[in-house]
């Protein structure tokens, strides 16, 4: 999960530049304030060395002007002021200037600056200097009577060299701050993200591998927060999925060990009537077992077709009186059952008990657990089917007193094709699938399903259904 598509990269990218972003107008304001505020404090200190000296000059402008007196004036306020300091007259002509070699004495000066403070304005501007090559600060102050009238302008222009030697050194240091913060940031995001894509690069990891088949996964789950989740999700989830596909396969081998001993019976008998002659009673009595083999055959068909419905979406349950479905089916069973000699008793509570179910796989229940009452009970046995209220639940009981269950056996016997081994494996041969249908729709049915059992004496099997609210 790299290259420029990964959440970690993303995640990474999108903080450096967020980061970038607020340091670089931070870093703009800052600049633009503490730019501002050195020239406005190089501007005020050269006003007030002018508007010290003003008072000053305004005697030496009056009379008669002594340029080499008002030069060695201005040379030291110079010095002061750290500035280039030139006086003009009222005409704008330079009558002192603090740079003797070079300087601009009895020239006319031209300047915006000069114009405003001729006028009686104070100005000021930046602008670049040939002279010293660097940027410089003007500020032309008037120099007035009392009457307000301008006799002579007192000119400074002092280099902006300091200030922005200073600001360099802001530049520098918010140049160096981003750099530091980034730095900090882009470890940091590289951290969080490892921390969120690690786990998440072992869950692809892992469900990869089940797509190739290897469903046995299982991932470290390292936090409690949405991604721990996702992944103790993802281990529940892997473990049911193992646990079914085993399962399945199991059932499968199974229905396949299920159906070979039939076929390969049907095999040899077909084979022993082909090829030899026999008498006609011999050849009905193989026919018939063929018969026998083949409705083994059906009847394991037809029971896992019964259990693969089951496994199919949930019918809708209704309301029934469970004593009215009970009481039919043991008129139904009654002519069966004396066939075969056994007595058939219902013992249904008069008090009538409603559940929520399907009627048709509740018969399916019954039937089943008539059906083996029937078949483990010898000849002059009873079989009483009862039902009673026992708190909220329903409870249905068939009772026999047949040959009963071994007790190793008893925990197995609800199990997909699970028959008690005996010596005298029944006739008709079960298909060991009839209490697992059992077992399956009564908790599909929110119930529970449970036998008492013992050897030689008889059987009694419950069930319990949640009895639905009138
Ligand atoms: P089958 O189709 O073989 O009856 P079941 O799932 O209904 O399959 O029953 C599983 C096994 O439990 C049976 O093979 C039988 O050995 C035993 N069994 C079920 N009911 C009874 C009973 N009422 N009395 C004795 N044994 C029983």
Redesign the pocket.
């Known amino acids: 999960m790299s290259g420029i598509y990964s959440i970690r990269f993303r995640l990474v990218a999108v903080f450096l530049a967020i980061i970038l972003a607020v340091m670089i107008i931070i870093s703009f304001f800052l600049y633009t304030t503490l730019e501002r505020y050195h020239i406005n404090n190089l501007r005020d200190s050269l006003n007030r060395a002018g508007l010290l000296a003003s008072d000053f000059l305004i005697g030496h402008l009056r009379g008669q002007i002594n340029s080499v007196r008002l030069s060695t004036l201005a040379e030291n306020m110079s010095r002061q002021a750290g500035a280039r300091v030139i006086f003009t007259d009222q005409q704008g002509i330079v009558v002192g200037d603090s740079l003797r070699v070079g300087g601009l004495l009895n020239q006319q000066l031209e300047s915006e600056d000069i114009f405003s403070a001729l006028n009686g304005e104070m100005s000021s501007s930046v602008s670049y200097s040939e002279r010293i090559e660097q940027n410089v600060l003007q500020l032309a102050i008037p120099v007035t009577e009392e009457d307000e009238s301008v006799i002579g302008v007192i000119f400074m222009s002092a280099s902006m060299e300091g200030v922005y030697s200073t600001l360099q050194d802001i530049r520098s240091f918010l140049f160096l701050a981003t750099l530091l913060a980034m730095a900090v940031v882009g470890g940091g995001s590289i951290l969080l993200a490892r921390r969120f894509t690690g786990p998440l690069e072992e869950l692809t990891t892992a469900t990869r591998k089940m797509a190739e088949g290897n469903l046995d996964q299982h991932i470290e789950v390292y936090s409690s927060d949405e991604i721990g989740r996702l992944a103790e999700q993802f281990n529940i989830m892997a473990k049911r999925l193992n646990y079914y596909t085993s399962n399945l396969k199991k059932f499968a081998a199974d229905v396949a060990h299920e159906v070979r001993t039939p076929l390969a019976t049907m095999s040899l008998l077909t084979k022993s009537l082909k090829e030899h002659d026999m008498e006609p009673e011999q050849q009905k009595e193989f026919i018939e077992d063929l018969d026998n083999e083949l409705e083994r055959l059906v009847a394991l068909v037809n029971d896992l077709l019964e259990l693969s419905k089951l496994e199919k979406n949930e019918i809708e349950r209704e309301e029934i009186v469970l004593n009215n479905l009970l009481q039919s089916i043991v008129e139904e069973n009654q002519y069966r059952y004396a066939q075969s000699g056994v007595k058939l008793i219902g013992d249904l509570a008069e008090q009538t008990i409603n559940v929520l179910a399907v009627p048709l796989q509740i018969r399916q229940v019954v039937v089943?657990l008539l059906d083996?009452?029937l078949?483990?009970t010898d000849a002059g046995g009873t079989v009483t089917l009862s039902l009673y209220k026992e708190g909220n639940e329903a409870i249905t009981t068939v009772v026999?007193t047949?040959?009963?269950?071994p007790e190793d056996d008893l925990s197995y016997?609800f199990e997909r094709f699970?028959?008690?081994d005996?010596a005298r494996t029944?006739e008709g041969g079960?298909?060991?699938?009839?209490?697992?249908i059992v077992s399956e729709i009564i908790a599909k049915h929110g119930g529970r399903v449970w036998v008492d059992?013992e050897e030689g004496t008889g059987?009694t099997?419950y069930f319990a259904l949640p009895i639905s609210e009138e």
């Open positions: 089943n083996n009452a078949n483990y026999d047949g040959c009963g269950i016997i699970f028959r008690v005996r029944r079960g298909t060991g699938l009839g209490l697992a059992s059987s099997f």
